[in-house]
């Protein structure tokens, strides 16, 4: 490689000039595509491992220690202590007999006893302190009988995975700031550090709440995984091959959940299958030595001669950086240096764009209706990934078909995008996943193969709807406000996938229909919203406020 010449404009020109070049080809366009895609597979391993960690058992019921003792079989215990005429698979109750009166009778006095009496109240089963739940599930399957995590504790196994969506939404803030100060690559070494911190935590505490801490860190560790190493790959690799690069990106989260399949089967046992899915992380100290900074970054920052050593693979001559730093010194005439920046004008900018975003009947028209699709895409995106047990579908199996259906949802919307606009791509794809999963509701539950195969039609049409979503959102907003338009829709989705786990776990126990129907109907009305704003396929950007107002008065 012959040595570069230095310009009037500094070392800036070389850098970029030669970063196309190898970012068009060659061994550092390969480097920095595959360790930047497969670390994204590792997120695709924990956002549906609830099913398989957090598994029901097939029965339980409260056990009384008294009349264990007493030589009471578990059924004649049951037929006693639970109320109705059947036994149900899942009892969370018991009626409030004097139970140790009873332990002192042979078991046919204690039913004649019994039925002479007017029935008592149903208690929780803890209401006697001594009693427990027993479960129909080997020791060991899944967190659930390790904390009983069932009837009144059932909101804590829920909890489990709305950790993962909480530390999600901790890490998109946090490792963006990190991303954006300190630079891509010192985002990317935090996320790798937190996420081997909090998978092993998890693999090994005893304790709940440390493991829904470490739940919450690796929701974090996967936004600064996936933010850094998208950002990584942008800003390092020719534009011939940003589109297909990307949609390889995203194709690898899919692929983390059908290999989190093959885990899940082998390894039944919850810690085992936990250390299966944090031991690739090892890898990520590989990435972290071999990965690069974006030398882009390094540039913005005027960090020059470290960027040319990462692109050029040598340090750059005297004569080169003096030429460089002479045309620095002397500025041209009229330019004048930035003043400083501080944390208050920091907050007022940022409050200016975010009041930006309502401060037009238009405009606040637009944000509204885009904060309710985030919320109710991401809402069912994750309902349909974890409702496996609700609709009676076999675990491994319906995780497995999540990930092959994300798989063409993420890349069909390319093609349909070229014949279709932003708004009938939306509400096509909303129609179709709406009245696919509403479509379950006339589907007898004793057909799950078929109840699956309009669940995971319906997830399609939300997957595919994403990249649509994402893009229209970008196009409806003037540049001022662009970022505070996407940052805080984004954060509407992390509602929206917080509320997710409730729904199923909490709602499902009522009626296995209910998650899929709530999926189905605000789908529906995403889509109609959707048809309110305004098509920008074949419109130029707007930069400011007032050119969407002016637009508007012309088109009046």
């Known amino acids: 490689m012959e ?35 497969t670390p994204n597979i590792l997120n695709g391993f924990h956002v549906s491992s609830y099913v398989f960690l957090g598994a029901l058992p097939e029965s339980y019921y409260c056990v009384v220690p008294e009349l264990l003792a007493a030589g009471w079989t578990p059924e004649q215990m049951r037929n006693i202590s639970t109320p109705g005429n059947t036994l149900p698979a899942h009892s969370c109750g018991i009626l409030n007999w004097n139970y140790t009166q009873l332990s002192e009778m042979d078991i046919e006095e204690a039913f004649h006893y019994v039925q002479d009496l007017t029935q008592p109240d149903t208690v929780p089963c803890k209401h006697h302190p001594a009693n427990y739940y027993t479960y129909e599930q080997d020791e060991g399957v899944s967190i ?42 010192t985002a990317f070494v935090g996320g790798a550090f937190l996420y081997l911190v909090s998978g ?26 996936f933010y850094a ?7 390092n690799i020719a534009l011939k091959h940003r589109s297909w690069m990307s949609i390889m990106f995203t194709i690898s989260y899919p692929t983390g959940m059908l290999i989190l399949t093959l885990f899940a089967y082998f390894l039944p046992m919850w810690r085992s299958l936990q250390l299966a899915l944090i031991l690739p992380g090892l890898l990520l100290i590989v990435h972290c030595y071999f990965l690069d900074e974006s030398p882009r970054w390094l540039v913005s920052k005027n960090r020059e001669k470290r960027a040319y050593t990462i692109v050029f693979g040598k340090k750059p001559n005297v004569d080169l950086i003096f030429k460089a730093s002479k045309k620095v010194d002397e500025p041209a005439i009229g330019d004048s240096e930035a003043p400083p ?89 909303y129609l179709a996943a709406g009245l696919s999963l509403l479509a379950v509701l006339a589907i007898p539950k004793e057909q799950s193969t078929l109840i699956v195969a309009f669940a995971m039609f319906g997830r399609f049409g939300i997957s595919a709807v994403y990249a649509v979503l994402t893009l229209h959102t970008a196009e409806l907003f003037p540049t001022e406000i662009r970022n505070s338009a996407l940052g805080t829709s984004s954060t509407m989705a992390h509602v929206g996938s917080m509320a997710a786990p409730y729904i199923v776990d909490l709602l499902g126990l009522i009626a296995w229909y209910i998650p899929t129907t709530i999926c189905g109907a605000s789908i529906l009305l995403a889509g109609f919203l959707s048809l309110l704003q305004p ?15 002016e637009e508007k008065k012309a088109s009046a």
């Open 144 to 185: 659930v009988t390790e904390w009983d995590l069932v009837c009144e504790n059932n909101v804590w196994r829920t909890t489990v995975q709305v950790g993962l969506s909480i530390g999600k939404f901790i890490g998109a803030s946090l490792f963006g700031v990190i991303s954006d100060k300190f630079g891509r690559k």
């Open 341 to 429: 920046s501080n944390i208050a004008t920091k907050l007022r900018n940022s409050f200016r764009e975010f009041a930006g975003l309502f401060s037009t009947w238009t405009l606040r028209k637009r944000i509204l209706i885009c904060y309710f699709v985030w919320c109710v895409t991401s809402m069912s995106y994750y309902i349909t990934a974890i409702n496996a047990d609700n609709l009676s579908a076999n675990r491994y199996l319906y995780v497995a078909f999540t990930g092959l259906v994300d798989i063409p949802a993420y890349i069909i919307p390319i093609f349909i995008l070229k014949y279709t606009g932003r708004r009938m791509s939306s509400f096509g794809l």
């Open 3 to 37: 040595a570069p010449t230095a310009s009037e404009s500094g070392l800036k020109p070389i850098i970029l000039d030669e970063l196309t070049k190898i970012g068009t080809s060659g061994p550092w366009l390969w480097k920095i595509f595959i360790l930047c895609v």
């Open 535 to 549: 098509e920008t396929a074949n419109r130029d950007l707007r930069d400011h406020v007032q050119q969407e107002d």
């Open 229 to 235: 190493a998208f950002t990584l790959l942008t800003e």
């Open 200 to 225: 092993f935590l998890t693999v090994f505490t005893q304790n709940y709440f440390l493991f829904l801490l470490g739940r919450i860190g690796l929701g974090s560790s996967a936004s600064g995984l």
